[in-house]
């Protein structure tokens, strides 16, 4: 079970200031806050200034309210909320709530923020905090010209029980004096410079809010809150002006010399001391330890992994992207910090206006989040802390490289898959080339065939459409080319025939040979005498089986048998010319005979080159299959001699 109650609040609060409920944590600013409180009994109006993150939000939330509090018969009203056209409205409504009405009567709802103070018996302490931001909100307007007259009334009128404090950063402090000087006498009288913390206050602040919780939460008997010693020392000199370095050396920042001297970041320390205590929360230790803090990386690896928490949400990749870019501008490549002004940031980012304002006021208006801040006169923006420079341009660094990462990998896959593409359709064109090519050597062959075996039929053909040529010469010359297409054939056959009988018989006599061949010698195999046979055995064996083989693979015979079909089939179609054109007187009863005659032997002589089936060869006449979609050649082409079309 967890030792740890819900009840048990954090004493540190991270980058944001204190308020005034933080006040028993609150500690390492007791001399200030009296300062501060003694300078507001008697001057109307007392400025207090410093640099952003100096903490004077939180000393005056903390520390300078609840002090007040304790006067009597006193009024204090804090206000910071100056962002909106709506703020002098929300501050007369808290003065109405704050500020108790005299008499018994109705007050009036019309009544403005300074009739309001008018009216009150009591003394009123008046903090107005951040007063730069309201200077650059409402730079002129006329609700700046309501506000300014009723702040100078208040400050200017004697018979008024009120003290004005005024909290702004020191950069405002020259526009607040141009703005105001006419209005209000010795504006800048009366004065306050918050100085950031020492080494000793630091410590208070480090390790007397534990002891509140003691106080409060501890009972008798149970583990108290404490921190080793060696962390509070090692924390502090890890959190001085300029001495944390982010990046390869994350977590090493050494005490210096004049340590006890150095100023401290406050907002830094309570960001290193807040993330240690919830480290130790989760881990249910009441005991703050210096291996705690090397296992999370050291302070500035808890800066780091705060910029990281604040950029993840938000969650656009287009004001990531912005971010990125204009982090570069702010943070100078040694690692300091430099005021841009928002019209160069626009520049830098390359980005629409409406999107980069849009960054910077989620990056400089939250103060649970916040990154940048921004200056006045001009408006310019710069890193929120010192030490946050470093870790701001850590992230920009490494989220360019990822982007730049990503971009590399998607134009390689881009690249990667356009040479794949590129490649299968390399592919598949080769692979329709080869196809065309293989048609187009398979449409050559076909012709060559056709060429060779019905040349002298085409010329004797186109020689019969010579009117000087007598009728009975042109039939005899049909006659004759026909007949050496019967005649190819016919050696075609002969020589397939001869092939396959010297091929089987040589074959069946190397058989015979080595069937008479005797055995050499006796060997004893497995419980049996067999005979062993001699290297000519062996040899004539192979032999006469290769001839055989032969015969088979090359089909021979079944050659011989399909030429002779041909021959017989064309031998027929020239007598059934002969006796149509033994009759035959004129031309022009010849020609269609001739062109008949043609077509058959072009149809038969084509089926055959394209491997028809037997059975088709011996049937009547035979139509000729398109030309473009020749089958696996099977004959050998003929070699020699006029053969018909």
């Given at each position: 079970?967890?030792?740890f109650?819900?009840a048990?609040?954090?004493?540190?609060v991270?980058?944001?200031?204190?308020?005034?409920?933080?006040?028993?944590?609150?500690f390492?600013?007791e001399?200030e806050?009296?300062?501060?409180?003694?300078?507001?009994?008697t001057?109307?109006?007392?400025?207090?200034?410093?640099?952003?993150?100096?903490?004077?939000s939180?000393?005056?939330?903390a520390?300078?309210?609840?002090?007040?509090?304790?006067?009597?018969e006193?009024v204090?009203?804090?206000?910071?909320?100056w962002?909106d056209?709506?703020?002098?409205?929300l501050?007369?409504?808290?003065?109405?709530?704050?500020?108790p009405?005299?008499s018994?009567?109705?007050?009036?709802?019309?009544?403005t923020?300074?009739?309001?103070v008018?009216?009150?018996?009591?003394?009123?302490?008046?903090?107005?905090?951040?007063f730069?931001?309201y200077?650059f909100?409402?730079?002129?307007?006329?609700?700046a010209?309501?506000?300014?007259?009723a702040?100078?009334?208040?400050?200017?009128?004697?018979?008024?029980?009120?003290?004005?404090?005024?909290?702004?950063?020191?950069d405002?402090?020259?526009?607040?004096?141009?703005r105001?000087?006419?209005?209000?006498?010795?504006?800048?009288a009366?004065?306050?410079?918050?100085?950031?913390l020492?080494?000793?206050?630091a410590?208070?602040?480090?390790?007397?809010?534990?002891?509140?919780?003691n106080d409060?939460y501890?009972?008798?008997?149970?583990?108290r809150?404490?921190?080793?010693?060696?962390?509070?020392?090692r924390?502090l000199?890890?959190v001085?002006y300029?001495v944390?370095?982010v990046?390869g050396?994350?977590?090493?920042?050494?005490?210096?010399?004049?340590?006890?001297?150095?100023?401290?970041?406050a907002?830094?320390?309570?960001?290193?001391l807040?993330?240690?205590?919830?480290?130790e929360r989760?881990?249910?230790?009441?005991?703050l330890?210096?291996k705690?803090l090397?296992?999370?990386?050291?302070s500035?690896?808890?800066?780091?992994t705060?910029?990281q928490?604040i950029?993840d949400?938000?969650?656009?990749?287009?004001?990531?992207a912005?971010?990125?870019?204009i982090?570069?501008?702010?943070?100078?490549?040694?690692?300091?910090?430099?005021?841009?002004s928002?019209?160069?940031l626009?520049?830098?980012?390359?980005?629409?206006?409406s999107d980069?304002?849009?960054?910077?006021?989620?990056l400089?208006?939250?103060?649970?989040?916040?990154?940048?801040?921004?200056?006045?006169?001009?408006?310019?923006?710069?890193?929120?802390?010192?030490?946050?420079?470093r870790?701001?341009?850590?992230?920009?660094?490494?989220?360019?490289?990822?982007?730049?990462?990503?971009?590399?990998?998607?134009r390689?896959?881009?690249?990667?898959?356009?040479?794949?593409?590129?490649?299968?359709?390399?592919?598949?064109?080769?692979?329709?080339?080869?196809?065309?090519?293989e048609?187009?050597?398979?449409?050559?062959?076909?012709?060559?065939?056709?060429?060779?075996?019905?040349?002298?039929?085409?010329?004797?053909?186109g020689?019969?459409?010579?009117?000087?040529?007598?009728?009975e010469?042109?039939?005899?010359?049909?006659?004759?080319?026909?007949?050496?297409?019967?005649?190819?054939y016919?050696?075609?056959?002969?020589?397939?025939?001869k092939?396959?009988?010297?091929?089987?018989?040589?074959?069946?006599?190397?058989?015979?040979?080595?069937?008479?061949?005797?055995?050499?010698?006796?060997?004893?195999?497995?419980?049996?005498?067999?005979?062993?046979?001699?290297?000519?055995f062996?040899v004539?064996l192979?032999?006469g089986?290769?001839?055989?083989?032969?015969?088979?693979?090359?089909?021979?015979?079944?050659r011989?048998?399909?030429?002779?079909?041909?021959?017989?089939?064309?031998?027929?179609v020239?007598?059934s010319?002969?006796l149509n054109?033994?009759?035959?007187?004129?031309?022009?009863?010849?020609l269609?005979?001739i062109?008949?005659?043609?077509?058959?032997v072009?149809?038969?002589?084509?089926?055959?080159?394209?491997?028809?089936?037997?059975?088709?060869?011996?049937?009547?006449?035979?139509?000729?299959?398109?030309?473009?979609?020749?089958?696996?050649?099977?004959?050998?082409?003929?070699q020699?001699?006029?053969?018909?079309?």
């Open positions: 079970m967890s030792i109650s819900k048990i609040p954090s004493p540190f991270g980058l944001q200031p204190f308020r005034e409920t933080d006040q028993p944590y609150f390492g600013r001399r806050i009296r300062i501060i409180s003694s300078s507001l009994l001057p109307k109006l007392t400025v207090l200034y410093g640099p952003s993150g100096v903490g004077k939180s000393i005056l939330q520390g300078v309210m609840p002090h007040l509090r304790k006067q009597p006193t204090v009203l804090y206000f910071n909320e962002q056209d709506g703020f002098l409205e501050l007369r409504s808290r003065s109405r709530a704050v500020i009405k005299p018994s009567s109705p007050r009036d709802e019309e009544m923020f300074d009739e309001i008018f009216e009150a018996g009591q003394r009123i302490y008046l903090l107005l905090d951040q730069e931001e200077l909100y409402h730079a002129d307007s006329d609700l010209e309501l506000f300014d007259t702040l100078a009334r208040i400050v200017n009128a004697e018979d008024v029980k009120v003290q004005v404090l005024i909290g702004i950063r020191e405002g402090l020259s526009q607040f004096d141009r105001f000087s006419i209005r209000i006498a010795d504006l800048l009366n004065t306050l410079a918050v100085a950031p020492t080494w000793e206050q410590r208070d602040a480090a390790e007397k809010p534990l002891n509140v919780l409060k501890v009972k008798a008997g149970e583990e809150f404490e921190a080793e010693p060696t962390l509070i020392e924390i000199s890890e001085q300029g944390v370095e990046g050396d994350v977590g090493r920042g050494m005490k210096s010399k004049s340590a006890e001297n150095s100023h401290i970041e907002p830094f320390l309570q960001l290193v807040t993330r240690i205590w919830n480290q989760a881990n249910d230790s009441r005991k330890h210096v705690t090397q296992e999370i990386g050291g500035a690896k808890i800066l780091t705060y910029v928490e950029m949400e938000l969650g656009s990749d287009k004001q990531l912005i971010a990125a870019k982090f570069r501008y702010l943070v100078t490549p040694s690692g300091s910090k430099i005021a841009q928002t019209e160069d626009i520049a830098y980012s390359d980005a629409p206006k980069v304002s849009k960054l910077l006021k989620s400089s208006e939250r103060q649970e989040a916040r990154i940048l801040r921004r200056l006045a006169s001009p408006e310019r923006y710069e890193v929120y802390h010192d030490v946050l420079a870790a701001v341009l850590e992230w920009s660094s490494h989220y360019l490289l990822k982007a730049e990462q990503a971009e590399e990998k998607a390689r896959d881009e690249e990667l898959a356009r040479r794949e593409h590129e490649l299968e359709q390399t592919k598949k064109l080769a692979e329709e080339q080869r196809l065309r090519l048609l187009q050597r398979k449409n050559e062959e076909l012709l060559k065939a056709r060429e060779l075996g019905g040349y002298s039929l085409q010329a004797v053909v020689a019969a459409a010579d009117d000087a040529t007598p009728v010469e042109v039939g005899q010359r049909v006659k004759a080319a026909a007949m050496d297409s019967v005649t190819f016919i050696r075609k056959k002969l020589v397939a025939e092939s396959s009988l010297l091929l089987r018989g040589v074959g069946v006599f190397f058989l015979i040979i080595a069937a008479v061949l005797p055995g050499e010698s006796l060997v004893f195999v497995g419980g049996k005498d067999l005979l062993k046979m001699s290297i000519e062996y004539c192979a032999a089986a290769a001839c055989l083989t032969i015969d088979r693979v090359l089909a021979l015979a079944e011989a048998k399909r030429y002779s079909l041909v021959a017989s089939e064309l031998n027929r020239v007598n010319f002969n054109s033994a009759a035959v007187t004129t031309r022009s009863q010849l269609p005979l062109r008949e005659l043609q077509s058959e072009e149809s038969i002589v084509q089926r055959e080159t394209l491997g028809a089936p037997a059975a088709e060869l011996s049937v009547g006449r035979i139509h000729a299959a398109p030309m473009t979609s020749p089958q696996p050649y099977e004959g050998e082409p003929p020699a001699g006029p053969v018909s079309g």
